[in-house]
């Protein structure tokens, strides 16, 4: 033994230790050139102004551990991290810095703001990065990027100057979410909808021409009547036929209003006439593109009403409601109001109640994008995992909107678009304009707008690698393999990358995308700050073992599936860990400093043990699965049979085995458990790094040594099913011990009834395990049993086996204990039975009360028919 481990395992302590290290001799860094094949997954590149939280911890679990056995299994594996410089976000966070000095970025200017979102980046940005080393990530550092940086900012404009000259960019006055707080344009992804109360008030118009005359409108926004330019029915309503080609007239403004008929008015919402206000409402727009209507905006950016609202100028939209409300209601003109939910668009950020505008903006036209991501999908060329997940892809991408690309704030690659104030020529350029091309003139601004953020993380997976020149990193590296992510950013930024890296590489940016599931509490509540039940990853990385909350994550995730985290999951998945370190120190004790580790040919000697011939064909079996689970990224299964191999019959089993004969299965134990280190490193890379490096190992690092394979030679299934008996035997006899409470090191007789030679043989070859295992002094193998009625019997591996009890314990003591155990157990369950029984109890206590009555019930139930059988053992 080379190295003395520490007594107990202390996760903070193996865990500081090997990071800098690695990192240090440059194993995460993937070569360039290189002859090995290529295995790259790309970073959701967190937001600059992010912390770690319980789902990064997952999408970093799983991408580290796939990019670990990849590495292992000698791909020149790249994991490429970075972070995004958020627009919106980023922009918010110093805005609220700011304001403690009670300024606003309008105080500062442009220039400096900018200047003062690049200090705070320096300084508390990316504090997320170093989280992700914490959790042992192997990314390659050397390769980080950020969305902002000069090499990403030059494929931003690349790409939005090669699809404006292709027509697919273009600048245009459409109705847009606008968010009056943010101040600034959302594409309909960045607008969350929320149920809501709300009022729905019935106003009446009065007709043109017919005194006396009215038809009812029902609104939830009565603001916005005062940009009413036609009130509309459906084709055939018959209630309304007879108004057609007349007219109403709006009240308060006195604008006259034509009667329209469109198919998209619900006969069934409210009376089946509805006000058409097309500058404020994306239905009503369409319509009035339709009945070329005109457009007029009552609101402005700032959600105050604009000159076009006539006496309301200059109120504030809920301000304005009020007062239409009550003039309309001065005039009689208010008929009812109901109360309804319905949803309200709020700005994603902010919760501020988003307001449909007419804007001038930039837009993407995303038809011509979206096709050929579609078709890369059908054909398989990109893969969900889990597959269902196509089918959301699918159902946004064929109802795929125009995007709005324009935002206007000041932190984000501002539009390389420039106008001339001379002659108004438009210029998009890549690069900077002084002069316009038209005139020569030298009065020439650029757009003051930027870009949406996912503008440029849709690029994500070639800008990152030098695109548009074409780098080495770029030949090799691009397509992807895999990208892990969560659900709700399919639209946001994984069917962007599919449209982006379609057009601009001519391939799919990944071969398949994993879908994780969200992390829910123990009780699978949904995590958030007001129920105050999130879970911080870092504290209970340091409370549990960073090793044994990935191992945790990696247990629990099925691809797409919920995780309910609880303390006893973690607790359980701790204790694994040190289950683990407790067996490496008993294998030490039998290690030492001249011991190497046998090659493969080595351990195929006639002479080896049943034991190791038994753990070696477990072992085989346990790495064939681990690798087809994990083929299909099915992580769960992976870590169900590592965990059930190291410690259901690593340590329960062969450890104890091996103590028979510790010299002569040495190799195979070295063997094993260095074998199964490696299987279990990619998802506990610290532990099993610091134990590798005690245990006679070829190689630097785990973190290079290659992942274990499935070797058919190993697999001995003579020896599995011999040793399956002798296991039955040794649980089956320990549990009469523990029945009969046999004192623990008083030694038993186990007779076992067996005619044909192979058992006996069997029976023979494995007597010491039985021995040792379950402390029997003596193993008689009969034809048949005796009648021997002070025996506890059994049936064990099909054969039935018995413990003569005669002398072991006094019959007299155990008779009186068993009856006196009986008694109480019995009298617990009257009592239970009794509560259970009782209706109005069972109606009125809580659920899981109930529940647990009930399951104690039956637990004393079957310790009741336990004692029985005992007690008439012993009669
Ligand atoms: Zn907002
Ligand atoms: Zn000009």
Redesign the pocket.
Known sequence: MKEEISKTYNPQDVESRWYGWWESRGYFKADNPSHRPGFVIMMPPPNVTGSLHMGHMLNATVQDAVIRRKRMQGFNALWLPGMDHAGIATQNVVEKEIAKQGLTRHDLGREKFVQRVWEWKEQYGGIILKQIRRIGASCDWSRERFTFDEGLSRAVREVFVQLYEDGLIYRGKRLINWCPRCRTALSDLEVKHEPKESRLYYIKYRLKGRPGEYVTVATTRPETMLGDSALAVHPEDGRYAKYAGSAAVLPLIGRELPFIQDPVVDPKFGTGVVKVTPAHDPADFEMGVRHNLAQISVIGEDARITAEGGPYKGQDRMAARKNVLADLEAQGLVEKTETLLHSVGECQRCATVVEPLMSEQWFVRMKPLAEPAIAAVESGRTKFVPPNWSKTYYEWMHNIRDWCISRQLWWGHRIPAWY?D??G?MIVSRKDVVN?A??N?TRIRQDEDVLDTWFSSQLWPFSTLGWPDQTEDLRKFYPGSLLVTAYDIIFFWVARMMMSGLKFMGDVPFREVYITGLIRDAEKQKMSKSKGNVIDPLEICDQYGTDAVRFALARMGAPGTDIALSEDLLESYRAFATKIWNAARLIFRHVDESDRLPFFGELRQPDLALADRWILSRLARAIDVANTSMEKYNLHEATRHIYGFFWGELCDWYLEMVKLHPERSKPVLIYVFETALRLLHPFMPFITEELWQSVPHRGESIVVAPYPEFEPELIDAKAEAQVEIVQDIIGKVRNIRAEMKVEPRQSVVVRVAATDPATKQLLLDARDYIFKLATVGELQVVPSLPEDKLAARAVAGGLTIEVPLAGLIDIEAERSRLNKELERVQAEISGLERQLSNASFVERAPRNVVDEKRQRLLDYQNQAVKLRDSLDRLR
């Open positions: 001339c001379e002659c020529t316009c038209k005139c003139s």
